[in-house]
Structure formats: C-alpha cells, structure tokens
C-alpha cells in the first residue's frame, strides 16, 4: 500500500453523516428519552472491561462470548474487551460504587456503542447502537412490565407501528434444570444431524428455535419451558401479563424464544419488526435473577431491555416515520470583502447566543458563489454585508424565498434576525 491510498472504514461498521446522522440521534435520544419519563437516571459506562466480567456475565457458552468479541491485552498484559452488551458493565458498576446501598430498586439508563464480531450484514454489525436499562434489586412483576412499556413507549414515540412484543418465561432456577433434562431426553429421541445433537447436548434450548423446516416439524411436538414452570414463575409470569393489560402494552406469547445470553430468568422478551428482513429484533430483554451475585454482588434481582438503535432507524426508514430534521440553518452569512467578513464572524456568537443557527461563507468566494451556499444551506434568510453597508452602519437582510431585501441597523441585526425569524 502506498503512502497515499484512502483507507477504508472497519468492515461491519456502519458510518453515520449529514443528513442520515441527524435522524439517528433523534432515534437515539427518543428511546433514551422514554426512560427519562420513567425515572432512570443515566450512567456512562466504559467502553471496554475486564474480559472475564462478560465471559462470567453473559456466559461462556454463548457466541456472543466464545466467538464474538473483540478481545485484546493491555500494556499491562490484562485481558480486556470491547462491551458486547450493557448488563454486565451495568452490574459491574452498581457493585464496584455500592450503588445498591440506597434505595430500590436502582433505575439505570445507558446509552453507547456494543461490539460483536458477528459476519457483517443488513442491520447485522461489528458495532451498533444500543439505548439500554436496568432496573435492579427489586423481584417485582410490575418492574417488568414497566420496562418492557418503556421499550414500547420508545418505539411508539418513532412512530413506528410495525412491530410485535413477543413475550415469554424461561422459568427460574428450581425449574429450569428439570426441564432442560427432559428436553433434552427428548431430543435424544429425535434423528437429528450431528452438529444439532451436539448443540442439544449444549445448549437444548437452541434447538427449539432453529429456522429449518425439517428441524422445525421434528421439534413440533417438544416440552416447552412455559408448561413445566414451578408456582413462583408461573405466578410471576401470569401477573406480568397481568400488568401488561392494564399497561395496554399488546404482546404474543412465543414459548420458543431463545435470547443469545445466558443470564436470563422469568421474564423475556424481544421486539421484532416486519420491515427488516432476517435481522428483525430491534430490541430485546428479561430478568436476570442471580447475575449480581454470580459477579460478586448482593443477592439482588434485576430486569433491563437493550434496544438496537441502528436498527430502530432501520424500522423508521423502512416506515417512512420517525423524528429528526437534517441539520440547516436559519441565516446564512454573505461577507463581500474582508472587512465584512470580520463584521459577520463578530456577529455570529451573538446569534448563536440568542439561539439563531447561523453560518457564513467562507474562503472568499463571491457574491454568486456565496449566494448558492445560502440557498444549499437551508437558511430563511441571508445577511448580506458590503463594504458601503459597513460605511453605511447597516447590513441588508435578504429573504432567500421572496428575493425580498431589506437594510436593517447592523447594531440591531441580531434583534431584526430574530423577529424575522418570528421568535
Ligand atoms: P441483545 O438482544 O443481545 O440484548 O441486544 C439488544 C438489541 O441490540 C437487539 O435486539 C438488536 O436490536 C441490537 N443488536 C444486537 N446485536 C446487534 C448487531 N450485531 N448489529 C446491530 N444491532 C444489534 C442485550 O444486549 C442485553 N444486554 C439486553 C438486556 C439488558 N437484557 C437485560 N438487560
């Protein structure tokens, strides 16, 4: 490669410019603002841990632990690794600060970039987007339903509509063991392949949620987690429900659902949208009974959603809804000389000040070549300033609509702006 050949972005990331950008921290801060409205105070985590916090956390049978992620040694000859997911970083941080000290449950939002080194495609990347909670240390069925109406709350606020909740309990830990081995037993029964015998000896779960027809129909007749659920989970389940009717929050029950990490317990649930081909979840959660302790910390529950954001903006586009203006200006600066020029950057921070989006032209282009970065800027109006108007004390205030001009006090400029503007 030669000193002067471009580069090229990471494969499997996704860059985000004008105009597309601004409709991605639109999505963004719509989802996180869903959990503002519900108390959840918002913390900044790091973007890379201690590798065994994730191989602990989220478990090292699962791909997202022993094929996925971005693992590397620090200088100090640490492993560390690139967050693929918020729940662990989140418990770690609770244990580290004794956070779970004051009162519960502890309400947590987050917001940032993930990293799974997952084969690149549509809505599938190396790094995405997710707006995430956590709300721990108290085993309460309407804290479920509660975050799942967050989630939902979030999307509605995109003005999406195509979508579902599907919903289910992978039952708790006095029940799951014995259903896993009569799943399993089950499965033994079958003429399966050798690669999903063995997943059946790992992870018979999975099995249940494979997409082949074959396997499908052989499958058709297995036990499900819901129907083998002891009285707790049961309950707890049949009361989440509960919740989410009188929340109006509308789901299907899919007692197949299989979620790529190891912690869950009871409660899980995943949102899935029709407009996006096979990577169709765009957010997805449950409760993690058992987490905390297993890191090191109190005996506490805890229940949280990550909600994919890349893929939210996906949702939007493949709608036609969803919030976030391309970002423009209101009046676009037109300097005819030096002098000018210096007179409209000094009045640039006293716009911006009293909140005009203002831009000018720069480089000493003409009065033509200015002119046209006014009308690609967006801008309603333009300030066209001349070494007469200097002269003068006035600088002309040009509609770019109407072609209709103006002279307006250049020491009152910012305050003729503003009541053009109508504010
Ligand atoms: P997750 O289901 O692995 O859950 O990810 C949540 C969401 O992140 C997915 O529904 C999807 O929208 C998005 N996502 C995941 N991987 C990718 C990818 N490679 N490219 C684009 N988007 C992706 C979790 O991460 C859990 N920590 C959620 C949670 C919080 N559970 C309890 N608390």
Known sequence: MTESTAFA?????PDYFPPA?????????????????????YVELPVFEETGLFARGVGESTDVVSKEMFSFTDRGGRSVTLRPEGTAGVMRTVIEHGLDRGQLPVKLAYAGQFFRAEQPQAGRYRQFHQVGVEAIGVDDPALDAEVI?????????????????????????????????????????LPLDEATRRRAELNPLRVLDDKRPEVRELVADAPLMVDHLSDDARTHYEQVKAHLGALGVKYVENPRMVRGLDYYTKTCFEFVHDG????????????????????????LSGVGFGLGVDRAL??????GVGPGEPTRCDVYGVPLG??????????????????VRFD????????????????RSGARYALVLGERDIEAGVVQL????????RSVPLDDAVVAVREALGR
């Open 338 to 355: 030096e002098a000018a020029k210096a007179r409209l950057v000094g009045l640039s921070a006293g716009l911006r000040a009293a909140g």
């Open 360 to 375: 000018l032209s720069y480089g000493g282009r003409g009065l033509k070549g200015a002119m046209k970065g006014a009308d």
């Open 9 to 13: 972005g990471p494969k499997g990331v």
């Open 149 to 189: 109406a967050i989630a939902d709350e979030g999307f509605r606020a995109l003005g999406l509509t195509g979508y579902r909740l599907e919903l289910t309990s992978l039952g708790d830990a006095t029940c799951r063991p014995a259903y896993r081995d009569k799943l399993q037993a089950f499965l033994a029964t």
């Open 276 to 299: 996006l081909g096979s990577q169709s979840g765009i957010g997805g959660g449950g409760r993690y009974d058992g987490l905390m302790a297993r890191l090191g910390g109190a005996e």
């Open 398 to 405: 040009k509609e770019l609509a109407t072609g209709e001009q």
């Open 21 to 41: 950008s601004d409709r991605f921290l639109a999505v963004r801060d719509t989802l996180l603002g869903a959990t503002r409205l519900a108390g959840y105070g």
């Open 314 to 319: 996906l949702a939007c586009q493949a709608e």
